[in-house]
């Protein structure tokens, strides 16, 4: 079974920093893309990054691309996002997904993450 | 950015009824739009993915149609437990994008 486990969100004031994290199990960690996706409170889904199954590429939205730093770490089956200069506007659901032939099939739980003073 | 419009945004239906919800791209995306549930306080299940294709494990009387830019996902016979916000996704160029959502709530 695909469990995708995230953790580290939290409260964090505007322009602090606040890293991500995602434990995969179920499935052979090291052969797949992978996704991160928020969702602010009462809105839609926001694509935010993706990364490719041995971490040497990577892609942003504009929205984050600067501040925000996808990784991966193979042997730990463990998927990050590293979230630097942080705003209020961040503030979200932020779920790691797995990428199936170029489409997120399975989702984590989310973890909360809330930037306010 | 292709932008995906979804209609309606809402829709109230008394079950075993048909519900039928459209997804249409800025552009052609060919077939790589995928459809989504999402219930509340749960994170997205993959229901359909590139346009008709069923995911494991998901109810018959989900389906989907369409190509290029106009996509449609059906539920057939509605049940309770269909009540959920259902997106849909495209995968055919980034940045991914998702429709806005559809509410469907059971009278």
């Known amino acids: 079974e695909v469990q995708l486990v995230e953790s580290g969100g939290g409260l964090v004031q505007p322009g602090g920093s606040l890293r991500l994290s995602c434990a995969a199990s179920?499935?052979?960690?090291?052969?797949?893309?992978m996704h991160w996706v928020r969702q602010a409170p009462g809105k839609g889904l926001v694509w935010v990054s993706r990364?490719?199954?041995?971490?040497?590429?990577?892609s942003y939205a504009d929205s984050v691309k600067g501040r925000f730093t996808i990784s991966r770490d193979n042997a730990k089956n463990t998927l990050y996002l590293q979230m630097n200069s942080l705003r209020a506007e961040d503030t979200a659901v932020y779920y790691c997904?797995?990428?199936?032939?170029?489409?997120?099939?399975?989702w984590g739980q989310g973890t909360l993450v809330t930037v306010s003073s | 950015e292709i932008v995906l419009t979804q209609s309606p945004d809402f829709q109230s239906v008394t079950p075993k009824e048909k519900v039928t919800i459209t997804c249409r791209a800025s552009?052609?995306?060919?077939?790589?739009l995928h459809w989504y549930q999402q219930k509340p306080d749960q994170s997205p299940k993959l229901l359909i993915k590139?346009?008709?294709q069923s995911f494991s494990g998901v109810p018959s009387r989900f389906s989907g149609s369409g190509s290029g830019t106009d996509f449609t996902l059906t539920i057939n016979s509605l049940e309770a437990e269909d009540a959920a916000t259902y997106y849909c996704?495209?995968?055919?160029?980034?940045?991914?994008?998702f429709g806005q959502g559809t509410k469907v709530e059971i009278k």
């Open positions: 997904a797995r990428d199936y032939q170029q489409l997120v099939d399975y």
């Open positions: 179920g499935f052979t960690f090291s052969s797949y893309w």
């Open positions: 990364i490719n199954s041995d971490g040497s590429s990577t």
């Open positions: 552009q052609s995306i060919g077939s790589s």
């Open positions: 590139y346009a008709s």
């Open positions: 996704h495209q995968s055919s160029s980034l940045p991914l994008t």
